[in-house]
T-cell receptor
Protein backbone atom coordinates (compact mmCIF):
# COMPACT_ATOMS: atom_id res chain seq x y z
CA UNK A 1 0.00 0.00 0.00
CA UNK A 2 1.12 3.53 -0.66
CA UNK A 3 1.01 6.35 1.88
CA UNK A 4 2.20 9.90 2.43
CA UNK A 5 3.36 11.54 5.64
CA UNK A 6 3.68 15.29 5.95
CA UNK A 7 5.58 16.30 9.05
CA UNK A 8 4.19 19.43 10.64
CA UNK A 9 0.56 20.35 10.17
CA UNK A 10 1.46 24.03 10.62
CA UNK A 11 4.64 25.82 9.57
CA UNK A 12 5.28 29.51 10.20
CA UNK A 13 8.07 31.48 8.52
CA UNK A 14 8.98 35.13 8.23
CA UNK A 15 8.65 36.89 4.91
CA UNK A 16 11.90 36.43 3.01
CA UNK A 17 12.88 33.29 4.92
CA UNK A 18 13.41 29.83 3.51
CA UNK A 19 10.32 27.64 3.19
CA UNK A 20 10.79 23.90 3.81
CA UNK A 21 7.76 21.61 3.84
CA UNK A 22 8.47 17.94 4.44
CA UNK A 23 6.92 14.98 2.66
CA UNK A 24 7.83 11.31 3.00
CA UNK A 25 6.16 8.54 1.09
CA UNK A 26 5.84 4.80 1.29
CA UNK A 27 5.63 2.74 -1.87
CA UNK A 28 6.78 -0.69 -3.00
CA UNK A 29 7.13 0.47 -6.62
CA UNK A 30 8.54 3.63 -8.22
CA UNK A 31 6.14 6.47 -7.49
CA UNK A 32 4.91 9.56 -9.21
CA UNK A 33 4.97 12.44 -6.74
CA UNK A 34 3.03 15.69 -6.66
CA UNK A 35 2.72 18.86 -4.62
CA UNK A 36 -0.54 20.79 -4.68
CA UNK A 37 -1.44 24.13 -3.09
CA UNK A 38 -4.91 24.93 -1.77
CA UNK A 39 -6.18 28.38 -0.90
CA UNK A 40 -9.18 28.75 1.45
CA UNK A 41 -12.41 27.42 -0.01
CA UNK A 42 -10.77 26.61 -3.30
CA UNK A 43 -9.67 23.50 -5.11
CA UNK A 44 -6.14 22.21 -5.48
CA UNK A 45 -3.62 23.75 -7.87
CA UNK A 46 -0.71 21.68 -9.10
CA UNK A 47 2.62 23.19 -7.98
CA UNK A 48 4.98 20.58 -9.42
CA UNK A 49 5.33 16.92 -10.24
CA UNK A 50 7.96 14.22 -10.43
CA UNK A 51 7.27 11.47 -12.95
CA UNK A 52 10.80 10.43 -13.93
CA UNK A 53 14.14 11.90 -14.95
CA UNK A 54 15.77 14.75 -13.07
CA UNK A 55 15.20 14.43 -9.36
CA UNK A 56 15.12 18.20 -8.83
CA UNK A 57 11.80 19.52 -10.01
CA UNK A 58 10.94 23.17 -10.46
CA UNK A 59 7.36 24.35 -10.16
CA UNK A 60 5.33 27.50 -10.26
CA UNK A 61 5.77 30.52 -7.98
CA UNK A 62 9.42 29.73 -7.24
CA UNK A 63 8.82 26.40 -5.53
CA UNK A 64 10.94 23.34 -6.14
CA UNK A 65 11.19 19.82 -4.74
CA UNK A 66 13.80 17.10 -4.78
CA UNK A 67 13.02 13.40 -5.07
CA UNK A 68 15.35 11.37 -2.84
CA UNK A 69 14.70 7.69 -3.30
CA UNK A 70 17.10 6.62 -0.53
CA UNK A 71 15.21 8.79 1.95
CA UNK A 72 11.76 8.22 0.40
CA UNK A 73 11.30 11.97 0.53
CA UNK A 74 9.97 14.73 -1.70
CA UNK A 75 10.42 17.90 0.34
CA UNK A 76 9.17 21.23 -1.01
CA UNK A 77 11.31 24.36 -0.76
CA UNK A 78 11.29 28.01 -1.71
CA UNK A 79 14.28 30.27 -1.04
CA UNK A 80 12.30 33.35 0.01
CA UNK A 81 8.74 33.32 1.33
CA UNK A 82 6.16 35.89 0.24
CA UNK A 83 2.97 36.78 2.06
CA UNK A 84 1.03 35.43 -0.90
CA UNK A 85 2.49 31.95 -0.27
CA UNK A 86 0.27 31.44 2.78
CA UNK A 87 -1.90 28.43 1.98
CA UNK A 88 -2.38 24.70 2.55
CA UNK A 89 0.19 22.48 0.82
CA UNK A 90 -0.59 18.86 0.01
CA UNK A 91 1.85 16.16 -1.05
CA UNK A 92 0.53 13.19 -3.03
CA UNK A 93 1.80 9.88 -4.42
CA UNK A 94 0.57 7.81 -7.36
CA UNK A 95 1.66 4.31 -8.30
CA UNK A 96 0.52 1.97 -11.04
CA UNK A 97 -0.13 -0.65 -8.39
CA UNK A 98 -2.75 1.35 -6.52
CA UNK A 99 -3.79 3.33 -9.60
CA UNK A 100 -4.94 6.25 -7.50
CA UNK A 101 -3.59 9.40 -5.92
CA UNK A 102 -3.01 9.25 -2.17
CA UNK A 103 -2.67 12.55 -0.33
CA UNK A 104 -0.98 13.51 2.89
CA UNK A 105 -2.89 15.42 5.54
CA UNK A 106 -1.45 18.74 4.43
CA UNK A 107 0.73 21.48 5.91
CA UNK A 108 -0.63 24.96 6.50
CA UNK A 109 2.01 27.58 5.74
CA UNK A 110 1.80 30.90 7.57
CA UNK A 111 4.00 33.80 6.47
CA UNK A 112 4.58 36.61 8.95
CA UNK A 113 6.04 40.09 8.52
CA UNK B 1 -10.20 30.42 -12.06
CA UNK B 2 -10.29 26.60 -12.12
CA UNK B 3 -10.80 24.97 -15.49
CA UNK B 4 -12.85 22.15 -13.99
CA UNK B 5 -16.31 23.55 -13.27
CA UNK B 6 -18.25 22.54 -10.19
CA UNK B 7 -21.59 23.65 -8.84
CA UNK B 8 -22.86 24.68 -6.44
CA UNK B 9 -19.92 26.24 -4.56
CA UNK B 10 -21.74 25.99 -1.26
CA UNK B 11 -24.64 23.85 -0.11
CA UNK B 12 -26.38 23.91 3.25
CA UNK B 13 -29.06 21.36 3.92
CA UNK B 14 -30.63 19.39 6.72
CA UNK B 15 -29.88 15.77 7.47
CA UNK B 16 -32.04 13.24 5.69
CA UNK B 17 -32.33 15.51 2.66
CA UNK B 18 -30.96 14.69 -0.78
CA UNK B 19 -28.05 16.68 -2.24
CA UNK B 20 -26.44 16.65 -5.65
CA UNK B 21 -23.17 18.03 -6.99
CA UNK B 22 -22.26 18.62 -10.62
CA UNK B 23 -18.87 18.59 -12.33
CA UNK B 24 -17.78 19.50 -15.84
CA UNK B 25 -14.18 18.36 -16.50
CA UNK B 26 -11.62 19.84 -18.82
CA UNK B 27 -12.53 19.10 -22.42
CA UNK B 28 -10.85 15.94 -23.63
CA UNK B 29 -10.08 14.55 -20.19
CA UNK B 30 -11.20 10.95 -20.12
CA UNK B 31 -10.64 10.37 -16.42
CA UNK B 32 -12.83 12.04 -13.81
CA UNK B 33 -12.53 11.81 -10.03
CA UNK B 34 -14.70 12.73 -7.06
CA UNK B 35 -12.94 13.34 -3.75
CA UNK B 36 -14.17 14.15 -0.25
CA UNK B 37 -12.00 16.39 1.90
CA UNK B 38 -12.80 16.63 5.59
CA UNK B 39 -11.49 19.74 7.33
CA UNK B 40 -7.84 19.32 8.27
CA UNK B 41 -7.31 16.25 6.10
CA UNK B 42 -6.21 15.50 2.58
CA UNK B 43 -8.71 14.60 -0.13
CA UNK B 44 -9.92 11.00 -0.21
CA UNK B 45 -10.99 9.39 -3.47
CA UNK B 46 -14.66 8.44 -3.59
CA UNK B 47 -15.05 7.37 -7.21
CA UNK B 48 -13.06 7.36 -10.44
CA UNK B 49 -14.47 7.23 -13.97
CA UNK B 50 -12.73 6.31 -17.20
CA UNK B 51 -15.05 7.79 -19.80
CA UNK B 52 -18.51 6.65 -18.65
CA UNK B 53 -17.32 3.60 -16.73
CA UNK B 54 -16.59 3.40 -13.01
CA UNK B 55 -13.06 2.05 -12.46
CA UNK B 56 -12.85 2.54 -8.69
CA UNK B 57 -15.65 3.14 -6.22
CA UNK B 58 -14.23 1.12 -3.36
CA UNK B 59 -14.44 4.05 -0.92
CA UNK B 60 -17.89 5.24 -1.99
CA UNK B 61 -20.57 4.60 0.70
CA UNK B 62 -22.94 2.98 -1.75
CA UNK B 63 -25.87 2.81 0.63
CA UNK B 64 -26.27 6.58 0.36
CA UNK B 65 -23.89 7.86 -2.33
CA UNK B 66 -24.21 7.46 -6.08
CA UNK B 67 -22.27 8.85 -9.02
CA UNK B 68 -22.80 8.83 -12.74
CA UNK B 69 -21.13 10.07 -15.90
CA UNK B 70 -23.66 9.00 -18.47
CA UNK B 71 -22.14 10.46 -21.64
CA UNK B 72 -18.56 10.33 -20.46
CA UNK B 73 -18.33 14.09 -20.05
CA UNK B 74 -19.93 15.80 -17.05
CA UNK B 75 -20.75 13.97 -13.84
CA UNK B 76 -23.13 14.10 -10.91
CA UNK B 77 -22.52 12.94 -7.34
CA UNK B 78 -25.58 12.41 -5.16
CA UNK B 79 -26.12 11.79 -1.47
CA UNK B 80 -29.43 10.51 -0.18
CA UNK B 81 -30.11 10.74 2.69
CA UNK B 82 -27.46 13.16 3.91
CA UNK B 83 -25.97 12.64 7.39
CA UNK B 84 -24.17 15.05 9.69
CA UNK B 85 -20.88 13.31 9.00
CA UNK B 86 -21.14 14.13 5.30
CA UNK B 87 -20.19 17.76 5.97
CA UNK B 88 -17.02 18.27 3.94
CA UNK B 89 -15.58 19.74 0.76
CA UNK B 90 -16.40 17.67 -2.32
CA UNK B 91 -13.81 18.07 -5.04
CA UNK B 92 -13.95 17.02 -8.66
CA UNK B 93 -10.82 16.51 -10.72
CA UNK B 94 -10.01 15.37 -14.24
CA UNK B 95 -6.96 14.14 -16.10
CA UNK B 96 -5.99 12.89 -19.54
CA UNK B 97 -5.52 9.44 -18.06
CA UNK B 98 -4.47 7.50 -14.99
CA UNK B 99 -1.20 8.72 -13.54
CA UNK B 100 -1.41 12.02 -15.37
CA UNK B 101 -1.61 15.23 -13.32
CA UNK B 102 -5.09 15.86 -12.02
CA UNK B 103 -6.72 19.26 -12.40
CA UNK B 104 -9.17 20.21 -9.66
CA UNK B 105 -12.29 22.32 -9.53
CA UNK B 106 -12.99 24.78 -6.73
CA UNK B 107 -15.16 22.24 -4.93
CA UNK B 108 -18.54 22.25 -3.23
CA UNK B 109 -18.55 22.90 0.49
CA UNK B 110 -21.39 20.91 2.03
CA UNK B 111 -22.77 21.68 5.47
CA UNK B 112 -25.36 19.38 7.00
CA UNK B 113 -27.46 20.86 9.80
Amino acid sequence: AQSVTQLGSHVSVSEGALVLLRCNYSSSVPPYLFWYVQYPNQGLQLLLKYLSGSTLVKGINGFEAEFKKSETSFHLTKPSAHMSDAAEFLCAVFTGTASKLTFGTGTRLQVTL
Amino acid sequence: EAEVAQSPRYKITEKSQAVAFWCDPISGHATLYWYRQILGQGPELLVQFQDESVVDDSQLPKDRFSAERLKGVDSTLKIQPAELGDSAMYLCASSLGQGQPQHFGDGTRLSIL
